[in-house]
């Protein structure tokens, strides 16, 4: 079997799983029992299967095309999908080495969701559709990553928007979800909406949308307007991979179930503007002021968001923001003119991150709460979830970039990209970008490992009562963490290695930005534990809330009583005056702002929501008083003609000859005066 052939079967696979649970699969709204053949077919025994199998079968093909593809020249292949009459759509793929990887980590961590799916929501009645919609989420991210076709790469890309809003909002019943995934669904079609226009003016000035044809016509100064083109393709990248200003919908995309989380933010929604920018960089290297704003935009992402992480309670929340900031990284490095670097930084943030949202539901499920405040005074956590506590140290240690685990590496490969640039060495992105991304990296550093040593110290080093101790978790939700703990351990050291994957670029940390990073780093995360140990005694002394959802119960359902009951049992983090968290003493008067996200939400509602539902009620208001008016004036009109026209059938022949007579009467009479007029005159 060709290459070309394994890779269109990477993303079928799972659609046509997709397919089958959806089209065949029960209602989302019912509750009663099959029966026949569907029963069969829809009982636990076989809908797991048929949610598991098709995706770990797309990520064995997927290592098998990135084995195939070896880093070397990339694989194209297209047919004509369907004329148009101007610039021709293609049913194309572009195997690159940046490719081929990224498919490879968007088929691991799938199959890890899924897998730990099938225990997580083993009672959900809605699992099926649930299933499926994982498995078309995970088709559409194949797309993207293979489509050699933007037009193509489209149909994936607002393919996955489709499916964030149906997972999001998985738990419906509560309204902290509807509304999640309705402002996710909103806030990325607010940047999708540039990001077309922006590909139709690329196509407008390549004469294609083929991915090679652009590059092409971008290496000839074929690009005619790059700093227009750059900045409508920002808006929609903004969007979709949560970057200031438009990242407030995925701390909110939270309420939904974590091992959704957990796939929108290792390794499919978020991760495909910052692909997409890598596989057009030339695009926007064409228009350094487009790089400029993209390094701004990384930066001030970046530094908020780690503000905003080292204040939030709810513990998906704060990797959530976390999201955000890595995901800055990644901007900073595309800023720079370094996709190798960005891309590197994707691959390991996908593994450490999966590990995080998935060993935080298990902690979820084990305390019965997704509060950090009410975890802080609770012990023995440790000992009830081992698994998710020695994976999720290892994926903090990761993301705080401490060696030799893949996050240190990556994050590494940023800083010492913008170091270059900064300082002249490359030339691809102005110096302005350069500094930009570099100061601001730094400082992120500093956040990065200070918020990722609050939530360790208060979730596992808590005081105060038991645990509660229902058993172990099962090996669905266990293993799953193990294997993805081992590229996040590995992954780093192994990518000496992948070199060729990575357009050639050396990856290795250089002295100064590994001392200076990892010197911040240790500062933040020391000085985070003397104020923890400073605060803690306060614990016990301070009770905050209560536990409110029962750990004996299944994890998806503890996790959503946990989700829905959090404000009122814990308020919100900017207002419970908790002084056990070490997050408050350090922000001090910023604590709140940062919880609060910045406020930014309540000035977007005041800016935009407001305004556009006092034009709504208005043009409601001209509908209905105005419009309508009309409308029913006219009915009456024709109504009042048809009583009068209704009056004079009466049914009588009599009546309708003298009416006869008596009008061919009045029309002669009309006529003789109107000739003797003519006559006269």
Known sequence: MTTTTLAVLVPLLPFLGAAAGLFLGPPVSRHRPEKGLRALLFSPGYVRPLAVLPTLAAFVLA????????????????????????????????????????????????????????????????????????????????????????????????IMGICSYFLVGHYWETPEARAASLKAFLVTKLGDVPFLI????????????????????????????????????LAGVAGKSAQFPLHTWLPDAMAGPTPVSALIHAATMVAAGIYFVARLLPVFAASGAALVVLAVMAAITMIGSGLAALAQDDIKRVLAYSTIGQLGYMSGALAV???????????????????????????????????????????????????????????????????????????EAVLVAAEHTALGDRDVAPAAAGWTV??????????????????????????????????????AMTAPLWVLAAPTIAFGLAAGALTEWFD???????????????????????VTYAAWRHTSALAARTPVGTVVAHPDAEPALVESQALSAHTAAYGTDGEVPDPADPGRLLLGPLHRPAAEGFHLDALYTTLFVR???????????????????????????????????RRAQTGNVQTYLGALLAGSLVLAIAAVVFANLNAGS
Not at 68 to 79: E, F, H, P, V
Not at 443 to 454: E, P
Not at 637 to 644: E, K, M, P, S
Request: net charge neutral; charged share 10%.
């Open 504 to 526: 050639g670029n050396a990856l290795t940390p250089s002295v100064t930005t590994a001392v200076l990073s990892t010197g911040v780093g240790l500062v933040g995360g020391l």
């Open 337 to 411: 003119g370094d996709r190798g670097a960005a891309v590197f930084h994707l691959l390991s943030h996908g593994a450490f991150k999966a590990v995080l949202f998935l060993a935080a539901g298990v902690v979820i499920h084990a305390a019965g709460t997704n509060s950090l405040a009410a975890m802080s005074r609770m012990s023995g956590l440790t000992k009830r979830v081992p698994d998710a506590y020695w994976t999720m140290t290892v994926a903090l240690l990761a993301l705080a970039a401490i060696p030799p685990f893949a996050g240190f590496f990556s994050k």
């Open 611 to 645: 305004p556009v539902g006092a034009a709504a009620s208005l043009v409601r208001f001209l509908d209905r008083e105005v419009v309508d008016t009309y409308v029913r004036g006219s009915a009456a009109g024709a109504r009042l003609l048809g009583t009068a026209v």
């Open 438 to 475: 570099l100061v601001a990296g730094l400082l992120a550093a500093v956040l990065t490992a200070a918020y990722a040593t609050r939530l360790w110290l208060l979730a596992f080093r808590g005081r105060g009562a038991e645990a509660p101790d229902h058993g172990r978790q099962p090996t």
């Open 63 to 158: 290592v098998l095309v990135a084995s195939r593809q070896g880093g070397g020249r990339a694989i194209d292949a297209a047919t004509q999908l369907t004329p148009t009459g101007s610039v021709p759509i293609d049913l194309a793929l572009h195997l690159d080495g940046f490719a081929v990887l990224v498919a490879v980590l968007v088929g691991l961590v799938a199959t890890c969701v899924q897998i730990y799916s099938t225990a997580y929501l083993r009672d959900d009645p809605r699992y099926p559709s649930y299933a499926a919609l994982v498995s078309l989420f995970t088709s559409a991210m194949l797309l993207v990553v293979y489509s050699g076709d933007v037009m193509v790469l489209l149909v994936g890309w607002e």
């Open 198 to 233: 922006g590909l139709f003016a690329l196509a407008a000035d390549t004469g294609t949308f083929r991915i090679t044809g652009i590059l092409g016509a971008v290496a000839n100064g074929g690009l005619d307007h790059p700093t227009l083109i750059a900045l409508l393709l």
